[in-house]
């Protein structure tokens, strides 16, 4: 269920209904997506093509949700840019811009928060305080868009949030964000990153949307996934393995693997080699990141050395690995790290 006057997270058929009911002409509904979605208003003033009678209607039921910049940091290495967002209740939420040759890349929030408890990760230190809505995680975009001058053709869900705890308003905000006549962004450009919510995985298969599925497995086998990942206690290794594949048979999709090394805990030869085998024959992909240390959590990054070493046993057994690159190392850009600076008055 959306809330009912979040204009800007509604489809194009449900502002048609609203127009329908105010004896508004059709046309007014392409109109308002528009001004919603391409022009990415904040206010119903801004649409000049309304009469000040119908935008004074509109505003007195219909709200528009945007994002402010809170703050914003550019990193000294490599123009990475890390914005943490109010939003209009004064929670506070954090987005990612890197740039690539083939464009920006836009790193997203989908929740205040998360409940997922990683022992790694910045972002779940202090739970979750709710999820945000489809205007709310396209309204990222549109302030990212508005402060560079530049446009966004790329986004990753990998920000604060599991967006498979906020299944309803991830696939809205899917399908919001490639409408044609709206941002219109290619699905295909679209990564969405899950720690593992297995029964959504299944619920996103039926859909057959062509975006990639990411997936933070991060270890091999239950014990020490488990150790890294609460998660896992309800949904396993086997069970989402499982699930990945039944996922790329449906999809013809290759998926990512995440897999964040943690010195000492997942980064060992034998690691690499049960991952592996666990992979053997799927259609996949595996990123490998040194973790980015987080004060709180007491994870240290693998050695470089370690990384290339994982990588090379993988690809020996034919899995295909990626080092990535840690980009936005001076600028808190791992996931949550801001937020957490600000609730403690950092
Ligand atoms: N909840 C989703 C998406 C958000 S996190 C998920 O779990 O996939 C995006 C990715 O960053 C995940 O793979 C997550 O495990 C990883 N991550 C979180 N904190 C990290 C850290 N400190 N260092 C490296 N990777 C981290």
């Not at 446009?151 to 705890?165: A, C, F, K, N, T």
């Not at 996934?225 to 996922?247: F, I």
């Amino acid at each position: 269920m959306i809330d009912n006057t979040d204009i800007r997270s509604m489809f194009p058929e449900e502002i048609a209904a609203i127009c329908k009911e105010m004896g508004l002409p059709s046309f007014r509904t392409e109109q308002i997506f528009k001004w919603l979605h391409v022009e990415a208003v904040d206010s119903f003033d801004e649409m000049s093509n309304l009469s000040k009678d119908l935008r004074k209607k509109l505003s007195d039921v219909y709200k528009i949700f945007n994002c402010t910049i809170e703050k914003k940091q550019v990193s000294l290495y490599d123009s990475t840019v890390k914005y943490l967002f109010r939003l209009h209740d004064g929670e506070f939420v954090e987005s990612v811009l890197m740039k690539y040759k083939y464009g920006y890349s836009l790193c997203v929030s989908s929740q205040v928060g998360c409940r997922m408890g990683c022992t790694f990760c910045a972002s779940t230190l202090m739970g979750v305080v709710r999820s945000l809505s489809a205007s709310e995680i396209l309204s990222q975009i549109f302030a990212v868009q508005k402060d560079m001058q530049i446009r966004v053709s790329h986004v990753v869900m990998m920000g604060m949030g599991e967006p498979l705890d906020n299944y309803d308003n991830t696939l809205r905000f899917l399908k919001l964000a490639t409408h044609p006549k709206g941002l219109n962004l290619s699905m295909r450009n679209i990564s969405l990153s899950t720690c593992g919510i297995v029964p959504n995985i299944y619920r996103l298969m039926e859909e057959k949307l062509q975006f990639t599925l990411s997936v933070s497995l991060h270890a091999p086998n239950d014990e020490i996934r488990t150790s890294m990942m609460p998660v896992n206690k309800k949904w396993n290794v086997d069970t989402l393995l499982k699930a990945c594949r039944d996922y790329t048979n449906a999809t013809s999709r290759r998926i990512s693997f995440e897999y964040s090394m943690v010195k000492g805990t997942n980064d060992s030869d034998a690691c690499a080699y049960e991952l592996a085998e666990k992979l053997k024959g799927m259609l996949c992909h595996v990123n490998l990141i040194p973790v980015n240390a987080v004060d709180e959590t007491g994870c240290i990054g693998s050695t470089p050395e370690r990384v290339r070493k994982f990588a090379a046993i993988l690809e020996n057994h034919g899995i295909t690995a990626t080092v990535r690159r840690t980009l936005g190392a001076d600028i808190d850009a791992a996931c949550g790290q801001l937020r957490r600076k600000q609730m403690k008055g950092e």
